[in-house]
């Protein structure tokens, strides 16, 4: 077993993909010669040619509407947002066109968008977005946010495979950080709509996704050394959201902790939030708390940047409230 | 077809088309009609944008095509979705909101749509769709088709940036997709001139290296003849084509908005209606001895029971069941 890099883990997904269906193609700025920004698809064109792997013109509306439209008529296509921020110019296509072409015409948007999101690489404001939320609310849509190498290659596949759309966000600064040994021959599907409890507890969940599983993982392992026992619910998919495993995890241990990497207001620890009033008020023993980042744009500097964002400490300060409540 | 044909049955096939567009063009014109009456009894709700005064448009340029072609447009569709071979009672049908509609009463006047038909929509906000034709484009070229998409939009879409953006993507990749730009003068209620640094949008041709060519709208034979070149140069090698055909609405933005007075003249209006597409068809169709008088009102007579049928058909439909209202939002 190789152990591969979770940027590796997309690549290999795409590739088999690529290999497995001829319905499927990727366009993108750069993917193509350049190879990607962040070369996820490096040796792609040598590989699949000009007329799979396809440079585009910088223009994301017309990437994500010629990607929805070539989707219409039965093709996969996977486009890339150089960086997720960018998703922003497509908002239109995403949420007026792609989101509700199954509901007013029957017709399926098999895409996938997918591209490099979050913060911890100083990359300023238009660089380190998390554009979940914008997306979120939009009936039609499906999002998916890996955390795990296994996840990666496995989210990657089930979303080609998907009959709707489905925004793939990839977090840059896990792209070389984690890495996962994965059987070589064994073909990893992560189910869509299904969250993966990461780490086991007894007195108190974290719900997160994302770069945050691993923030969250090195809280529990803190807090774990006080004697207090965390569980660590990964989403993986943030719609729809596994409802069913926050709800399981929430009766487990009676205290919930959500931790995001966006912006507070209107992020989705909210909707998890009302969530579990409406369906296990109940079972609470404490507050509903959240760690996510503060409601500003993200800074460049990197006192600022490491301040605006959720650290492991905070979490273990929220967690460590939490578990004493 | 190069094939030799025998003049006179050439002329014949000629006259056929002829004839079918009139007829085509006098059951947008009636369709319209009834759907602005039923939308003042308020059986049609919302937006309802009608063409009148344009149907040489939609007319001329889908009888270049073939069946096995793709057409998507705006939100002013009915007559593309008519003549496109969405039987009447269907059109009517979503018009009224009812569960037989073409998009089974969840689309809307904006909205019509046939895959059947290879009719890729109505969508309801200006532009971009275009982008989307570009995409079924491409997919006719992945798959090696000789196919080609059709894409229909107002003057006022050429100033939004998926415009551009489509424009631009079909030229560098060559896709087999025909920019029709129906240019009636007004985006709802602003004049294209008070808005638009170049009016004459067919010069966008430049910017991308699109073939172009400026086409009089209200002329129907010439629109089929504009149409019929840009259909060889996209069958040929994939160049797309930017064509302009000036047009007129002769009716309001939508059916909530006035005829003329805020933005647009009672005279100017009826200057224009002094170039019906229908009248002048039909003139030329009598001249060419194709038709007498008796034979348009004839074909005038069958469109009018036409939709008299499709109003009835739409009135007695059954609204959309309750349940319908969560079906579809995802695959399962």
């Known amino acids: 077993m190789a152990e591969i890099t979770y940027l590796e883990a997309i690549r290999q997904g795409l590739w088999e993909e690529m290999e497995r269906d001829e319905r499927v ?50 093709l996969r296509p996977v486009a890339e947002m150089q960086f997720i921020d960018f998703i922003s110019c497509a908002y239109d296509m995403l949420t ?26 100083r990359g300023g404001p238009f660089h380190s977005q998390n554009p979940e939320a914008a997306f979120f609310h939009t009936p039609g849509l499906k999002i998916v946010a890996p955390a795990t190498a296994r996840d990666a290659k496995g989210l990657i596949k089930a979303a080609i495979r998907d009959d709707d759309p489905v925004l793939y966000l990839e977090h840059k600064w896990l792209y070389r950080r984690i890495k996962e040994s994965l059987p ?121 940047e490491d301040f605006v964002l959720p650290q492991t400490e905070d979490v273990v300060k929220a967690a460590r409230w939490l578990a004493a409540y | 077809m190069a094939t030799a044909t025998a003049p006179a049955s050439k002329d014949q096939s000629q006259a056929e088309l002829h004839r079918r567009m009139l007829r085509q063009m006098l059951l947008i014109r009636r369709f319209e009609e009834k759907a602005a009456e039923a939308y003042a009894l308020g059986k049609i709700g919302g937006f309802c944008h009608l063409y009148i005064g344009q149907e040489a448009v939609a007319v001329g340029s889908l009888n270049a095509l073939r069946d096995d072609d793709y057409v998507i447009c705006s939100y002013r569709e009915h007559g593309q979705a008519l003549v496109r071979g969405i039987p009447a009672t269907a059109v009517m049908a979503e018009l009224f909101g009812k569960a037989t509609g073409c998009s089974r009463g969840k689309g809307g006047s904006m909205h019509l749509f046939d895959a059947g038909k290879r009719f890729m929509g109505g969508h309801g906000i200006v532009g971009g769709h275009i982008p989307l034709a570009a995409g079924l484009g491409f997919a006719i070229k992945y798959r090696d088709g000789d196919q080609l998409c059709l894409c229909y939009f107002g003057e006022a879409a050429v100033n939004i940036g998926a ?170």
């Open chain 1, 25 to 74: 193609f990727i366009l993108g700025e750069d993917v193509g010669a350049y190879g990607g920004a962040f070369k996820v698809t490096d040796g792609f064109l040598k590989r699949f040619g000009e007329s799979r792997v396809i440079d585009t013109p910088i223009s994301e509306a017309a990437i994500v509407g010629a990607a929805a439209g070539a989707a219409h008529m039965g």
């Open chain 1, 96 to 121: 007026n066109y792609v989101a509700t072409a199954r509901y007013r015409a029957g017709l399926a948007t098999p895409i996938v968008v997918r591209g490099p999101c979050g913060g911890f690489v």
């Open chain 1, 184 to 304: 070589e021959g064994e073909e990893i599907l992560t189910p869509i709509g299904r969250a993966r409890v990461a780490r086991e507890g007894r007195d108190l969940s974290i719900v997160t996704y994302g770069a945050m599983v691993w923030k969250s993982l090195e809280a529990a392992e803190q807090l774990d050394k006080d004697g207090v026992s965390v569980e660590v619910l990964d989403l993986r998919t943030l719609l729809p959201l596994d409802d069913a495993a926050i709800v399981a995890t929430v009766k487990k241990t009676n205290k919930l902790l959500i931790v995001h990497e966006d912006t507070r207001t209107g992020g989705l620890a909210g909707e998890i939030a009302a969530r579990i009033n409406e369906q296990a008020f109940e079972w609470l023993d404490g507050p509903i708390m959240r760690v996510t980042a503060h409601d500003v744009p993200l800074p460049y500097a990197p006192t600022l």
């Open chain 2, 163 to 332: 415009f551009h953006e489509a424009l631009n993507m079909a030229s560098v990749w060559k896709l087999p997709v025909i920019f029709c730009c129906e240019n009636n003068r007004y985006g709802m209620g602003t004049a294209f001139e008070r808005v638009a640094a170049v009016t004459d949008v067919v010069e966008h041709a430049c910017s991308y290296d699109l073939a172009a060519e400026l086409v009089n709208g209200m002329d129907a034979l010439a629109v089929y003849e504009a149409t019929t070149r840009a259909v060889d140069r996209a069958r040929k090698g994939g160049h797309p084509t930017l064509l302009e055909v000036r047009t007129y609405r002769f009716m309001g933005h939508s059916m909530s908005d006035p005829l003329h007075g805020v933005y647009r003249t009672k005279e100017e209006v009826e200057e224009q209606r002094q170039r019906d597409p229908i009248t002048q068809m039909a003139h030329k169709l009598i001249g060419d001895g194709v038709l007498d008088q008796a034979g348009v009102d004839a074909l005038d007579a069958e469109v009018r029971a036409e939709v008299e049928a499709a109003v009835q058909f739409a009135d007695q439909s059954p609204d959309p069941e309750p349940g319908a209202l969560l079906t579809d939002v995802l695959a399962e």
